[in-house]
């Protein structure tokens, strides 16, 4: 089936520093999505992307639909300590079908 | 506050109970969603709903069995479960199925089979 290979699986980082985590596959992906988990809570969507070479940006978080279809990476700049979690990419195919395919997550820590 | 509530949201439960995992939304939705996250794992949808029908089953175990009385509820009924079971479950909605890239998640059950 439909894989998403998200990397890096953890970053520690310090506060202020630059963030930069990628999903790639082997498939075509129409949409791609970016979302944050908080411990105890479920995902909340930070970024969506829906055409190929799309740049989209929300706040100090930056995101990028590949120009293939098959990738997208997302940058955090200037971190700060409330951006500690895990964020998901997750992709839909073509056809919008109701489902997405997820990554496994990147753990983010952010040292003050 | 999210718009998707989610009870309980602990529980622990042996292998031979029957416990139900509920799910509220108050977004005015008509597609329900719930999902399995497991550690180190990607999420993994499990059943959608769209106005109170069935539309997805993804090879769920018969052990989960589902019910949407209502666009606004879903429930998980649970038997008979194994210890391999216990992961975090998420409920979602978005306002019809055709949308989920527009998908508003509950804070999950964690879910403990002894």
């Known amino acids: 089936g439909q894989q998403l290979n998200q990397s890096p699986q953890s970053m520690f980082i310090q506060e202020g520093e630059d963030v930069s985590m990628n999903c790639t596959s082997s498939s075509i992906f129409n949409t791609w999505l970016w979302y944050k988990q908080d411990p105890g809570e479920g995902p909340v969507l930070l970024i969506a992307?829906?055409?190929?070479?799309e740049l989209t940006s929300n706040g100090r978080l930056t995101a990028q639909f590949g120009i293939t279809r098959k990738d997208s990476f997302l940058n955090i700049s200037a971190s700060i300590p409330s951006d500690v979690g895990i964020y998901f990419c997750?992709?839909?195919?073509?056809?919008?079908?109701?489902?997405?395919?997820f990554g496994k997550g990147t753990k983010l820590t952010v040292n003050p | 506050e999210t718009g998707v509530t989610q009870t309980p949201r602990h529980l622990v439960m042996g292998m031979t109970n029957k416990k139900s995992l509920k799910c509220e939304q108050h977004?005015?939705?008509?597609?329900m969603y719930w999902y399995k996250q497991s550690a180190k794992k990607p999420l993994e949808l499990m059943f959608v709903?769209?106005?109170?029908?069935?539309?997805e089953n993804n090879s769920v175990p018969s052990r989960f069995s589902p019910e949407c009385p209502n666009s606004s509820h879903l429930f998980l009924h649970l038997h008979t479960l194994q210890p391999e079971d216990s992961a975090l479950y998420l409920c979602?909605?978005?306002?019809?199925?055709?949308?989920?890239?527009?998908?508003?998640f509950g804070p999950g059950t964690r879910l403990t089979v002894t």
């Open positions: 709903y769209n106005f109170k029908e069935q539309t």
């Open positions: 992307l829906y055409k190929a070479g």
């Open positions: 977004l005015g939705h008509n597609a």
């Open positions: 997750a992709g839909q195919t073509q056809g919008g079908s109701e489902k997405l395919v």
């Open positions: 979602a909605s978005s306002h019809e199925a055709g949308l989920i890239n527009e998908q508003y």
